[in-house]
Structure formats: C-alpha cells, structure tokens
C-alpha cells in the first residue's frame, strides 16, 4: 500500500487540531498532489513528530485539514553542520537539497576569498530544505545560518565541535598538488581515527578555486581543525560536499545504527 504524502507545515500539531493551508500550499496539494476531501495527508513541523491528517474542506482558495494520530515521535538526525562557499546558482541548490537529504542538522554559507557567487537567498535555501525533507521522510529540516565571511565562521567557534576541513593542497607550491609533505589524511581514516571527536562535527567546503595560503594556514593552526583529502582527483564543490558528508554518515552518523 503506498504510503500517504507528507507535508511540512509551520503550526504545534496535536491531536484534532485543524490546520489551514495557505493559497500556495493549497494550490500543491489540491492541483499538484492531486488530494481530495478524506484524503489522507502526513504532516511534520521539525519538532513535533509525524502525523496523519486528513483533508476536511477543499475550497477554490484553501484547504483545512484535520490531525489525527501521531504515527512517528520526533528524532534528531545526527549532530553535523556543513560550511560551504556558494558557487553557481543551480550548485549550490543542489548543495542544499543534497545534505538535507544525507541528514545534516545545520548549513551555512561562508564567504571565503575566492568565492565569487551570491548565497542563495534564505527563503529559496527553506523552500529547498523543506522538499528534500517530505521526500526523504525526514522529521526536521536542516537550521539555516546566515552566510558569513570566513573569518567571522570561525569566531567564537565552539571547540568541541570538529571543524573538517577539506583540504586537497600540499605545502610545496612548485609541484603538483603541493608534493606529498604537507597533505591532509585521507578523510576515512581521519574520521575512524577520530571517531569520538568527529560526533560534534562541521564540515567546511571551499570555492571552485579553492582555499587561499593564507586560509589554509589559518585553519591549520587551529586546534579543533581536522584537514582531510576526498581522493587523488580534484573535484568540484558540490561534489566534494556530498563525498564529505557520505563518508561521515558512514562513519559518524546515523548510517551505522
């Protein structure tokens, strides 16, 4: 039996509450789900579980439903932020929509030197959250921070929190990808020789030009800073994050339970 669409809604769900959609969410659900009087409907909010509804009123403008039973308590996904350097407009989406997916608690975007794109706007980056959420049967959606220069990142940041830092370059500038002296770990082995560490993490992806010398030594004098290697190939931003985030999951996150 297939099981009944999900829905995000930003109102406390409770038992025989009655919810009133917006025009525009009315719109999805009577045109786009295609959902009529009796229908069933799953609702979440981010913190108050999942619950069945059912749609009790369907007029031309908006639709009223009504809440039955919770049919799943709320849960957390793990503890793992992402910091990540905008890039072209339809990557950075794609960023959003993918770590909401893979299960990250908090994204932020962080302007570093070489970042030459705009932060998507907020309410566009929610309305991403919130789709790839009804899809993946999550309970929440990721927290958005607002976007911040590199260095006002890493202000105030808090110690037990790991910060991971992909980091592909080496420390001898005159050879290919900074000879081998100097080179960040591979990530997997970092994370299982860190395990416990890694539990409060964040992970940091740079620009498609990468990080600066001086950010890269900046990081690295950092205490909490972890630098890692996603392989031998150079790759792109949006799979770098993506690469970061699944070796976590693997490691760290809730893909081992």
């Not at 025989?16 to 009796?38: A, C, F, P, W």
């Not at 392989?231 to 996150?253: E, K, N």
Request: glycine letters at 6%.
């Amino acid at each position: 039996m297939k099981a009944s669409p999900r829905l995000y809604v930003d109102e406390p769900l409770r038992h025989d509450q009655q919810i009133t959609l917006s025009k525009e969410v009315s719109h999805y659900v009577m045109n786009v789900m295609r959902r009529r009087v009796g229908d069933e409907l799953r609702l979440f909010n981010g913190g108050d579980g999942e619950w069945l509804a059912h749609i009790t009123e369907a007029g031309k403008k908006v639709a009223v439903l009504r809440v039955d039973t919770q049919t799943r308590a709320f849960a957390q996904v793990p503890d793992l932020h992402l910091l990540f350097a905008p890039v072209k407009k339809s990557r950075s989406e794609f960023i959003v929509e993918k770590a909401t997916e893979l299960g990250v608690r908090v994204l932020r975007p962080v302007i570093t030197a070489r970042t030459t794109a705009r932060p998507i706007r907020n309410e566009r980056m929610v309305l991403i959250c919130r789709e790839a959420a009804e899809q993946t049967e999550r309970l929440d959606h990721p927290q958005i921070l607002p976007s911040a220069t590199f260095e006002e990142a890493l202000q105030g940041w808090d110690a037990e929190r790991l910060l991971i830092f992909c980091d592909e370059a080496g420390e001898n500038l005159e050879k290919p990808w900074g000879g081998e002296n100097g080179r960040a770990h591979p990530m997997l082995q970092s994370l299982q020789d860190r395990e416990k560490d890694a539990q409060k993490a964040a992970i940091l992806i740079g620009p498609e030009g990468g990080f600066t010398p001086e950010e890269r030594v900046m990081l690295r004098a950092l205490p909490f800073v972890c630098p890692v290697t996603l392989g031998p190939r150079i790759l792109r931003a949006d799979t770098a994050a993506l690469a970061a985030i699944t070796l976590w999951q693997s490691v760290c996150g809730d893909w081992v339970k």
